[in-house]
């Protein structure tokens, strides 16, 4: 008889891990797109749960705070916040990652005021020295901004031991999405688990990798190969028109995973450590990559992992990755990849035409 399929990971909802976070004495952080230092929150007890959308919400609350060429990610967080879907929060963080979410940053510390502390981090656009001091310099104030709000200062043994953790569970995150090929897992429920990375505490996502790591080669992962690129693949209904055309994502280039495969950090300095670790990710139009550097990742994907295709999920009105996409479709076309792009907001539904569209590049790659 053949081995039985394996049961499904035992994943925790966002609402699960954040009461559990709670009861022991832990404070939250919601947390917006997409680059920030988890290990400097971890240090302080707080625990960083990211905010992308939520998927599904009415943006009515939002849209009235916003301009209409906001993307739905922060129009629909606005909308979630002013409902009470982030009261469990205790901190907003707002990464200075495009127009949109600096935008959204003035309006909570200018217009609409929560209850939370809001706290801004600027990124640099320099992935080199400069970059990495500015950030070190940023994350440092934050420290210090953390430090007056929780009325707790970590030394610097526990920064080290929150960033070893950290170091740990982005190893094993990188050893899943690159080593997927290998494990018994569908599209669905791979995404499912690289992504509890924004909500997960270390340890605990470390566990569910681990469990899914020893599943190697008790699947198949058989299809026509593809690689998904953009800041987010939503929603998830993308997933399940690739599996029924018979394709799978082989590798990805997204703000919410494949940009975030973090390399360990060198320096002894933690602040400066988490700094680089930032900065040397995957290159990201939101931090300056350029569309060379960003072609050559792509291509290098498709060959690694055999995709014939590369699909751009662009949330609509998503400026940094608007103005890299005709580019990189030329560059990729060039070397002889199809590129298909699709228009997505994450409060919808998968629109039926690009359903058909992503159907008529599944049957042309045949």
């Avoid at 939250?28 to 240090?43: G, K």
């Avoid at 494990?183 to 899914?212: M, T």
């Avoid at 949330?315 to 005709?326: A, G, M, T």
Wanted: net charge neutral; aromatic share 6%.
């Amino acid at each position: 008889m053949g081995e039985s399929a394996p049961a499904p990971l035992s994943i925790p909802t966002r609402k699960q891990v954040i009461a559990q976070h709670k009861l022991r004495g832990g404070r939250v952080a919601a947390v917006l797109p997409v680059h920030y230092p988890r290990a400097l929150f971890a240090a302080f007890d707080i625990l960083p749960v990211e905010v992308w959308g939520p998927p599904g919400r009415d943006t009515a609350e939002g849209d009235a705070h916003l301009p209409a060429y906001a993307c739905s990610i922060v129009r629909s967080a606005l909308a979630f916040l002013a409902a009470g879907g982030l009261d469990a929060a205790d901190y907003l963080v707002v990464p200075h990652t495009c127009d949109a979410l600096q935008g959204l940053g003035s309006v909570l510390l200018d217009f609409v005021r929560p209850a939370q502390a809001v706290l801004p981090l600027y990124l640099p656009r320099d992935g080199g020295e400069k970059g990495r001091a500015f950030l070190a310099a940023e994350i440092r104030a934050l420290f210090e901004r953390l430090v007056e709000l929780t009325g707790r200062r970590p030394g610097e043994a526990e920064l080290r031991a929150a960033i070893a953790r950290d170091e740990q569970a982005d190893a094993l995150l990188a050893r899943v999405s690159r080593g997927r090929a290998g494990l018994a897992l569908g599209d669905r429920e791979l995404y499912a688990l690289l992504r509890s990375r924004e909500f997960l505490p270390p340890e605990q996502f470390c566990e569910l990798a681990a469990q899914a790591l020893e599943r190697r080669g008790r699947g198949e992962r058989a299809g026509t190969g593809v690689v998904i690129s953009g800041m987010v693949v939503e929603p998830l209904a993308i997933l399940d028109v690739l599996a029924r055309g018979g394709a799978v994502v082989v590798a990805d280039d997204l703000g919410c995973c494949g940009r975030r495969l973090y390399p360990l950090g060198h320096s002894d300095d933690p602040f400066t450590r988490l700094a680089e670790r930032l900065v040397a990710g995957s290159p990201d139009p939101t931090r300056g990559g350029s569309v060379r550097e960003r072609a050559a990742l792509l291509r290098a994907l498709c060959a690694d992992f055999g995709a014939r295709a590369v699909i751009f999920t662009v949330v609509k009105f998503c400026e940094p990755e608007l103005f890299f996409v005709p580019l990189l479709s030329r560059a990729l076309e060039g070397r002889g990849l199809r590129c298909l792009t699709i228009e997505t907001d994450v409060s919808q539904p998968l629109p039926a035409q690009v359903t058909t569209r992503i159907e008529a590049l599944l049957e042309s790659l045949t």
